[in-house]
């Protein structure tokens, strides 16, 4: 058997069940493991969950909530025009549309399965499939639109199951001379932060560079560059191309693989510390949050994301450990946590005098969070947050 369980994270809900009832009768929950594949170097989920039960029209996250993201998606797009100047532009996974609306005067076409999504950006005239990436999908496209110049996928091909087909689905709608960016979060950085909530329902895998690497070598398709970025706490930025195509291959390909193979990140070993390194990160967290709520701290949290709902579920931390949480995002504004039933308030109901401590659960948004919370800050007020280690800030 090639696929070793090194990780279990206990039963957990979908993510994107943000709840209208505190308590509901039949919440859905699987057993979250995790996976490391001998002979290709990928780390997955032991066990899929059906893609419709998490991306569908109830879809909740929003890329555009936060100024970073949004500032990052137009800078990016600055940049690819000045190095590819591409025609046109194929994105998979779409959301709401902050990257292709940066592109006003190309072919641009998104892909969105989440039908709420898909129709914010065909009602902005950006024509958007709301189906999931397929062959079937890349074969009609073709056939409507041509090929591209640019497929770019942000946090997504880590979310598709079939990574074969959705691999060979680009080859056949990518131009021979055409770049295919990829970027998801990073195993490496998962691994030295241990920021285990980038493992859930939706990231079907989290990549590492070498898993990348091995999973593309069946396909046409090679790496000619990657970028690290801060974004989502450390992602890879992947640069891909047709084998056939003559682009400069950068050095830094072999450079940020060397540094995967010395972080040990081809050996079984490594994945078994970084368990042992999760367990110790639980049982510190639940130490903070008991000692805080023993002495009566108010605690709340802010950004329900869906990372948080991994640490939330298997630290067990609920409304006996956190009142309520904050969130820009208004289809997530009074619902609850999925599987542990924490209301969830719009950010002016949020924190006031009384609050003492608040979980970072956007802790990725740091710098963003207490740019905007100075006042909490100045008033002695502290966070609290898992990555790299469990800590008060
Ligand atoms: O891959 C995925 C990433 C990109 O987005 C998806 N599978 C689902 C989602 O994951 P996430 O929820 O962990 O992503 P974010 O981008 O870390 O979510 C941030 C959340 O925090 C948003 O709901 C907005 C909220 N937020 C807030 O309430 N106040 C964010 C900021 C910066 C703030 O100031």
Same mark, same amino acid.
């Given at each position: 058997m090639s696929k070793i369980k090194f990780l279990s994270l206990g039963k957990q809900p979908i993510?994107?069940?943000?709840? #209208? %009832?505190?308590?509901?009768i039949n919440e859905f929950f699987y057993d979250l493991n995790i996976v490391y594949d001998e002979n290709t170097n990928v780390v997955s989920l032991e066990n899929f969950v059906p893609p419709e039960r998490m991306f569908n029209?109830?879809?909740?996250?929003?890329?555009?909530?936060?100024i970073t993201m949004r500032e990052s998606n137009k800078l990016l797009s600055e940049n690819i025009t000045k190095r590819f100047n591409p025609k046109s532009v194929l994105e998979i996974g779409s959301n709401d549309g902050i990257f292709l609306?940066?592109?006003?005067?190309i072919k641009r076409v998104g892909v969105e399965p989440c039908k709420n999504l898909a129709d914010i950006t065909n009602g902005v005239n #950006? %024509?958007?499939?709301d189906n999931f990436w397929d062959l079937g999908l890349s074969k009609k496209i073709n056939k409507i639109h041509g090929k591209f110049d640019l497929v770019y996928s942000a946090n997504t091909i880590s979310h598709i199951h079939d990574l074969n087909d959705a691999l060979q689905s680009v080859n056949l709608i990518l131009n021979d001379d055409g770049v295919f960016i990829l970027e998801d979060p990073s195993l490496l950085e998962v691994i030295k932060n241990t920021s285990y909530d980038q493992f859930y329902d939706e990231h079907a895998y989290v990549f590492s560079v070498l898993g990348l690497n091995n999973l593309l070598e069946k396909t046409e398709l090679e790496i000619f560059d990657i970028e690290k970025l801060t974004t989502h706490g450390g992602s890879n930025r992947v640069f891909i191309k047709k084998v056939r195509s003559n682009k400069k291959i950068s050095d830094n390909v072999s450079k940020i693989i060397n540094e995967e193979l010395n972080m040990g990140m081809n050996k079984f070993e490594t994945y078994q510390k970084f368990a042992q390194n999760v367990i110790n990160s639980k049982n510190e967290t639940i130490k903070i949050f008991t000692e805080l709520r023993n002495n009566n701290a108010k605690i709340i949290g802010y950004g329900a994301t869906y990372k948080s709902s991994t640490i939330l579920n298997y630290c067990g931390l609920d409304t006996k450990f956190i009142d309520y949480f904050t969130d820009t995002t208004e289809n997530k504004q009074g619902k609850f946590t999925p599987g542990t039933h924490i209301p969830i308030l719009k950010p002016a109901d949020?924190?006031?005098?009384?609050?003492n401590y608040v979980f970072l659960?956007?802790?990725?948004?740091k710098k963003e969070i207490f740019n905007k919370e100075k006042k909490f800050i100045e008033r002695g007020g502290k966070f609290i947050s898992h990555v790299p280690f469990p800590q008060i800030i």
């Open positions: 993510t994107n069940n943000f709840l #209208i %009832e505190q308590n509901p029209e109830t879809y909740a996250h929003r890329a555009s909530m936060s609306k940066n592109f006003p005067n #950006i %024509e958007t499939y949020g924190i006031d005098s009384k609050i659960g956007a802790w990725n948004f």
